[in-house]
């Protein structure tokens, strides 16, 4: 178990409130651990081609998975091309989505980048990251899923809370903006491991190392994980 020196004061009443020492000579020994207690880590959103996929993971932002593959099971029955989403009626379309959250935005987004694809991509989903952000709400993270699981592309990893959180409370980054994290996270994992080990830190995340009180004393990864000491003590 890391010893209690480690421990220092950032930013009180935060996660960052402690100052994480680097880990990254144990995550080999991490990933191999997680990876045998999450053999089966697959995405859980459902989608049958590129275009449900990125529909899908642009409504995933701030929802959960289950509610989204609740909406998805109607609005992939409706909308079944990317012209159906271009010529679709706002209104309508955010009725379909509404209880994704953010619905309006999430709307528009998805209207004007079925329109982009029609225009720029002869009504292809694009396949390099380059031209993934250039559509509207689609961010790196966003394009990482889409090239991974819709075009087995692998080009970085996809960064969300979950991924954020558990790798600055592993100890694999200190930084907090996702590009960096992105960056710090591709240089200790194997590219073609870059996609399950986001869903494996994911899955670990809402399981185990939960953003209030993660439960340190049940986690596999305990031994060598910095943090552990820190919230086992509160
Ligand atoms: S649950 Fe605790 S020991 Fe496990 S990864 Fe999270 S902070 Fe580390």
Known sequence: MPSKSRKEKKNPGSDEEYEIPDNRHNFDKIWGILGEEYPDSKPALNYGN????????????????????????????KYRTVEDYANADLRELEEDIYSTGFYKNKAKNIKAAAGLILERHNGGVPDTMEELVTLPGVGRKTANIVLSRGFGVIEGIAVDTHVKRLS??????????????????????????????????????????????????????????PSSIIFMDL
């Open 168 to 225: 600055g409370r592993m100890g694999f980054t200190n930084n907090s903006d996702p590009v960096k994290i992105e960056q710090d996270l591709i240089t200790l994992a194997p590219k073609k491991d870059l996609d399950s080990l986001s869903i494996t830190l994911i899955l670990h995340g809402r399981k185990v190392c939960t953003a209030r009180k993660p439960k340190c004393s049940e986690c596999v990864v305990n031994r060598l994980c």
């Open 50 to 77: 590129p275009l449900e996929l990125l529909v899908a993971t642009v409504l995933s932002a701030q929802c959960t998975d289950v509610q989204v593959n609740r909406v998805t099971e109607n609005l992939f029955k």
